[in-house]
């Protein structure tokens, strides 16, 4: 699964036949984010440096939110560009984040990654420990629980399965029609998977449960 989304990334510019309308330069830089954000995320979970990897996870969402707000409003280019994400400007122009029902998916993605990497905070240091009548209990660690482990592998999977769909909302009238037929294959294919291996995600982590 990786690899066939790897793929898809990497075979991107090539299914826009490497032409980017100048209107659309700035959603194809934040692409870019994107597309770095999985090589080094998937490289740092498969290592099993979870909470770096989500860290990077969730910059990549946020990169493609911006990418969507940006697709809907294209005046909100030129904030991106010249402002920096601290002034009460960009502040405003982006905000609310996750409008629209096409968001739902990757604001899911987001909260799976930023609670447990951005923060350097306990549960970005012990993985996902939860406060429990007796007191805080290590549920699962990056190192040791395999099963949370290939959590951790299905969650970098889903999110960036999210950023892509945001982006070829970005780009789908630009995309070949094949890469748009592999993409959709593999949606299926993740999806079903997703759906065999429900025993990943427990009751315990009602907020982080992938439906």
Known sequence: MF???????????AALDNKIPDNKVVEYQLFWISLRGLFISSQLVLSRHIAEAYSIMS???EAAEYANQIRKDYSKAEIWITEGANSERFKQSFSPKWVGEETEKIKKAYKLTRDHGVHSNLSSTVFHQTYQNVGYQNAYTDTVDNKNYHRCLLYILYGYEAVLEIFLLCFGGLLSSNWK??????????????????????????DIKID
């Open 181 to 206: 037929k592999q993409f959709k294959g593999f949606s299926e294919d993740f999806h079903e998977y997703l759906s065999s291996l429900q025993n990943y995600f427990t009751s315990e982590d009602p």
């Open 59 to 61: 910059r990549s969402t």
């Open 3 to 13: 690899d066939r989304l790897i793929s898809l990334y990497e075979s991107f510019p």
